[in-house]
Antibody, heavy 124, light 107 residues
Framework: QVQLQESGPGLVKPSQTLSLTCTVS??????????WSWIRQHPGKGLEWIGN???????YYNPSLTSRVTISLDTSNNQFSLKLSSMTAADTAMYYC????????????????WGQGTMVTISS | DIQMTQSPSTLSASVGDRVTITCRAS??????LAWYQQKPGKAPKLLIY???SLESGVPSRFSGGGSGTEFTLTISSLQPDDFATYYC?????????FGGGTKVEIK
């Protein structure tokens, strides 16, 4: 059974770059079976998809964040990562990594694997 | 972007009630629509995918319906474990988008 675990700093200063890692266990990140995404949730609010990466390294980003986002694979450690630059207070949120099965479509299926989430606060 | 609008935003119900949540899309998502349940402090959990397919292990009291731009999630007989927030999500077009959520509260 594939499991995901986020890691990274809980506190980031304004204007800095956030770096988060999602470790995949019970499966290979180089498998074509899954797309790997980052999703965030502002306190008390709904869910916002940030972007994803496929085993090939191809990525899709939310246009609202694309200028600040990089998602990449680390195949040697079976991880994928998120970098979000120019952080502001508006980026304070719970950040989740998630996986959705590849089904032959560009987007794949629904998110059936989620990490537990990591809270990131932006403050000086 | 496809905007997803859920109604109601909050729903008060009793154990045993039949509950229906609606999700409307700003344009057609065909049937590429999922429903998630989220409890406080936890990650969302997939309940329904492809509008009406029940995820493995999810109780059969949950069902999904609809296509195009209007979708429903129905809980046939509300159980104590079902008090949570529910989100719809379209995965027809990038960017993937979620509804604003429906909180199901104890009446």
């Amino acid at each position: 059974q594939v499991q995901l675990q986020e890691s990274g700093p809980g506190l980031v200063k304004p204007s800095q770059t956030l770096s988060l890692t999602c470790t995949v266990s019970g499966g290979s990140i180089t498998s074509a079976a899954y797309y790997w995404s980052w999703i965030r949730q502002h306190p008390g609010k709904g869910l916002e998809w940030i972007g994803n990466v496929y085993y090939s390294g191809s990525t899709y980003y939310n246009p609202s964040l694309t200028s600040r986002v990089t998602i990449s694979l680390d195949t040697s450690n079976n991880q994928f990562s998120l970098k979000l630059s120019s952080m502001t207070a508006a980026d304070t949120a719970m950040y989740y990594c998630a996986g959705n099965p590849s089904d032959g479509r560009v987007l794949g299926s629904a998110f059936d694997i989620w990490g537990q989430g990591t809270m990131v606060t932006i403050s000086s | 972007d496809i905007q997803m609008t859920q109604s109601p935003s909050t729903l008060s119900a009793s154990v045993g009630d039949r509950v229906t949540i609606t999700c409307r899309a700003s344009q057609s998502t065909t049937n590429w629509l999922a429903w998630y349940q989220q409890k406080p402090g936890k990650a969302p959990k997939l309940l329904i995918y492809k509008a009406s397919s029940l995820e493995s292990g999810v109780p059969s009291r949950f069902s999904g319906g609809g296509s195009g731009t209007e979708f429903t999630l129905t809980i046939s007989s509300l159980q104590p474990d079902d008090f949570a927030t529910y989100y719809c999500q379209q995965y027809n077009t990038y960017p993937v988008t979620f509804g604003g959520g429906t909180k199901v509260e104890i009446k």
